[in-house]
Structure formats: structure tokens, C-alpha cells
């Protein structure tokens, strides 16, 4: 038959502080660079601050289509990187059509 070993109150908390010995020894990750970080715009007024456009040109791009945002109901998010990103994109569709 099997018997059942209960630690004892000393050798428990022996291995709580080896525990905590180990989990706070560890050297701490390095913080994020600021440009690992997701900058988000959760309005059409950010939107249009972060482009250095007005409210009306920032609803006109998102209505067009020209920039990429998720919708909640009534709530918009845009993620900078991504806004930056189709900016250049249909910029360069423009000159494009300019040079032709």
C-alpha cells in the first residue's frame, strides 16, 4: 500500500522561497522600444491630428476607403503604423496618375 507524504511546514516553505528566490532573480526583460509599441488613433478628430489634416479631409479618407480602421458600434480605432502605411501607398498611386 502507497502512503501519502505531507511536507512539513519547514519544507514548505522552503521550497515558497526557492520559488520566490528563483521567479525574482530573474533579470526583468528589457522595456519595449517605442517603436515595438501600437500607437492607436480612437477618434476621426485624432485621426486628423495625426495627420495634420482637418476633421472633414480625416472622415473623407476613412469614407473612401483609402485608409484601413475596425468599427464598434459607433467606436473607430485606427492603428498609426497602418494609417502611415496607406497614406504612402495611395500617394504613390497619385503621382502615378500625375505623371501620365
Known amino acids: 500500500m502507497n502512503k501519502i507524504v ?3 511546514p519547514e519544507e514548505i516553505e522552503e521550497i515558497i522561497y526557492k520559488s520566490l528566490t ?3 532573480s530573474v533579470p526583468n526583460p528589457e522595456p519595449k522600444s517605442e517603436s515595438d509599441s501600437v500607437k492607436y488613433l480612437h477618434s476621426i478628430r485624432e485621426l486628423a491630428k495625426f495627420l495634420g489634416c482637418s476633421i472633414v479631409t480625416a472622415q ?4 473612401s476607403g483609402e485608409i484601413r480602421y475596425r468599427q464598434f458600434g459607433r467606436k473607430v480605432l485606427f492603428i498609426a503604423s497602418e ?3 496607406d497614406i504612402a501607398k495611395n500617394h504613390n498611386k497619385i ?3 500625375n505623371k501620365k
Open 6 to 8: 505531507f511536507p512539513t
Open 22 to 24: 528563483r521567479y525574482f
Open 60 to 63: 473623407k479618407l476613412k469614407n
Open 83 to 85: 494609417v502611415l502605411e
Open 95 to 97: 503621382d502615378k496618375r
